[in-house]
């Protein structure tokens, strides 16, 4: 994924792993790096003709899909390039109040694009609507980024796993069958994020798994919990232990051994994403593999209440420190050991790459493992990453995307730059692509990752924006590029913090730099979307049923931290867009997977008949 599919991965034990880096090269670092080495030598100034006959003829024994883009009827291709932009963690909410940090933040220019006629409207970026299994479920970066990028809607991991679990499935795969090996006489792990967000993981699948294993044999099993307070309120971390002792209580009562053996915050163990920070990885790895952790408790309840400190000063459930669960002499309960059993329970792939490149991967390098145990029957809920075929085994097959847009820009001829920041790099590359890894054609496109800051965001809201903004100017202006995607990470990674004033301030600084780059845009004259992929600077409070804000006793407003249900803007201009192109009125369903389609149609293409309807008219 991203860049991770090469650099600082350790060799593989797979060949065919190898071969998938070799093919798909790493993302280039930023400043130094150079353009993509045949996007010269292809200008895309007009729509190169589909080169699927040429492929046909090379591979006789495929049906090859017929990718060719057909001209739009009415709409000419643009002479400049168009640029979707995502402002992540940008929704438009139906509280404008004070909690609201997008309305309260001074936006001079989304404001002025809200004002413009027919040209911005609201869409879905949540449940049903991209993939999930209710519309109670909140939108995220993942299912949102493949929507945008497919035009398609999938039934996405949290969904499948629902559906594996309720029709047995699950039990009956390969992946159950690997791990039921060690059912009679060794350990079966589940390392995992302990909440119901619904966003990477849910508590109810861990216990069905459970509940599964039990029944099936299992007879001692330790769980591994990452707490949360990011998709869920910040707190809550201490009532999905207790629910999870009781449901571990039921399940001795049936003679397994089972019981938490060891833990840490989200984002302090295991759950990083893009290597940003690998030592987050490690420290999963001492905790849950060795048994090794700056704290011990005898009980995780009193290891996350201890480990949160004082009301006045918690610290958030995202940023427990390790720890490990020890019996009365101190020993370890759940070190993971030759011929055990691991399974990563999240669905969604960004956060379980690493650590499960930790569990996969013999000969691995990256940081020390100490001890790698023996014939670990290791899957993850999902196969994580299609390309590196990572991890190998897995209980639920994930989401099939196929024909993204991307796919169809590399055979029709038309390049790309993508480009955010390390947090959110393998969105508009790894999801935006359908969960796939390094380039789709590395001589049509370019990935530019700008290394993100390693500390808490509200203490730098501006995050890299401006480096992004310089960087995504330069590649509009080099006129190499037909299609330019940018993600900004701020209002999303800072509203993850619960800081409203820091949410605000990054909210201000987005909008500045959408400002520089719709400017640079017009000189070119091309046409762009800026859109977002869910809601979360749009509500920094958690609210009642009624939507009033709820305050703690001391008269502090709760913060929310997690993402919103609301829509996302999304607004279409630039010089090169035609007078007459507006928001069709016959769409108002219309959501994230629609904006793949209205992309194609603003190159000058119509959009396949596989997609999800354009959103204008011309
Ligand atoms: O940080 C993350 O992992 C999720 C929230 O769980 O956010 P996003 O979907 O925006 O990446
Ligand atoms: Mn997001
Ligand atoms: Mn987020």
Redesign the pocket.
């Known amino acids: 994924m991203g860049k991770g599919c090469g650099g600082a991965l350790g060799k593989g034990k797979k060949k065919d792993e190898a071969k998938a880096q070799e093919a798909k090269p790493a993302a280039a670092e930023p400043a130094a790096q150079a353009p993509a080495a045949s996007a010269e030598s292809k200008p895309a100034e007009t729509p190169a003709p589909a080169p699927a006959a040429a492929e046909a003829a090379t591979a006789p024994q495929k049906m090859a899909y017929d990718y060719t883009l057909k001209p739009h009827p009415v709409l000419a291709p643009p002479t400049g390039p168009v640029m979707v932009c995502i402002l992540?963690?940008f929704g438009e909410n139906e509280f404008k109040d004070e909690y609201n940090a997008v309305h309260m933040a001074k936006t001079p220019t989304v404001d002025a694009l809200r004002a413009v006629p027919n040209r911005f409207r609201t869409i879905k970026a949540h449940g049903t609507a991209v993939g999930l299994p209710s519309d109670a479920d909140m939108g995220?970066?993942?299912v949102?980024h493949n929507a945008l990028g497919s035009g398609q809607v999938v039934d996405q991991g949290a969904r499948l796993v629902d559906i594996a679990l309720e029709t047995g499935t699950m039990f009956e795969g390969a992946g159950w069958k690997l791990i039921s090996q060690a059912f009679p006489a060794n350990t079966v792990h589940f390392i995992g994020l302990l909440s119901d967000?619904g966003?990477?993981s849910r508590a109810d699948q861990l216990v069905g798994c459970l509940r599964g294993a039990v029944a099936r044999g299992a007879k001692r099993v330790r769980v591994h919990i990452l707490t949360d307070g990011?998709?869920v309120p910040d707190g809550s971390s201490i009532k999905f232990v207790e629910e999870l002792e009781a449901e571990m209580a039921a399940l001795r009562e049936k003679g397994c051994d089972i019981a938490i053996a060891s833990g840490g915050g989200r984002m302090k163990v295991t759950?990083d994403?893009y290597e940003a920070d690998w030592a987050m990885v490690k420290a999963g790895w001492d905790a849950h593999v060795l048994g090794k952790a700056p704290h011990q408790f005898t009980d995780a309840k009193t290891a996350v209440t201890t480990l949160r400190g004082t009301d006045e000063a918690p610290v958030s459930d995202q940023y427990i420190d390790p720890f490990v669960i020890v019996d009365k002499n101190g020993a370890p309960v759940g070190t993971i050991q030759d011929n055990d059993a691991v399974v990563l329970f999240n669905f969604?792939a960004?956060?379980m790459v690493e650590i499960s490149k930790a569990f996969e991967y013999e000969d691995f390098s990256t940081f020390d493992r100490e001890r790698f145990p023996e014939n670990l029957r290791f899957v993850g809920m999902m196969q994580y990453d299609g390309d590196l075929k990572l991890p190998a085994n897995f209980l639920v097959p994930p989401p099939e995307i196929s024909h993204v847009s991307g796919q169809y820009f590399v055979r029709n001829g038309i390049t790309t730059f993508a480009c955010s920041e390390t947090q959110?790099f393998g969105?508009v590359t790894f999801f935006w692509n359908g969960n796939r890894s390094g380039y789709l054609d590395a001589a049509l496109e370019q990935y530019l990752e700008i290394p993100s800051d390693k500390i808490e965001f509200n203490h730098a809201p501006d995050m890299k924006a401006r480096e992004i903004t310089a960087a995504s100017k330069e590649a509009i202006l080099s006129g190499k590029y037909k299609v330019v995607r940018v993600n900004f990470a701020n209002p999303?990674?800072v509203g993850?913090t619960g800081d409203l004033g820091a949410t605000i301030r990054a909210c201000e600084t987005v909008d500045a730099c959408v400002k520089e780059l719709l400017e640079v845009m017009d000189s070119v004259n091309g046409r762009w979307i800026v859109t977002s992929?869910?809601g979360?600077a749009d509500d920094m409070v958690q609210r009642d049923k009624k939507g009033r804000p709820i305050f703690s006793e001391e008269g502090k407003a709760l913060p929310l931290t997690?993402?919103t249900l609301a829509p996302v803007p999304i607004f279409i201009g630039g010089a090169g867009l035609p007078d007459t192109v507006v928001f069709r009125d016959d769409e108002p369903e219309g959501g994230l997977a629609n904006v793949a389609a209205t992309t194609i149609n603003l190159l000058g293409y119509e959009a396949p008949s596989i997609y999800k309807p354009s959103l204008i008219k011309a």
């Open positions: 992540d963690g995220n970066s993942e949102g967000g966003v990477h990011r998709d759950m994403r969604r960004d956060r959110k969105h999303d990674m993850h992929d869910h979360n997690s993402h």
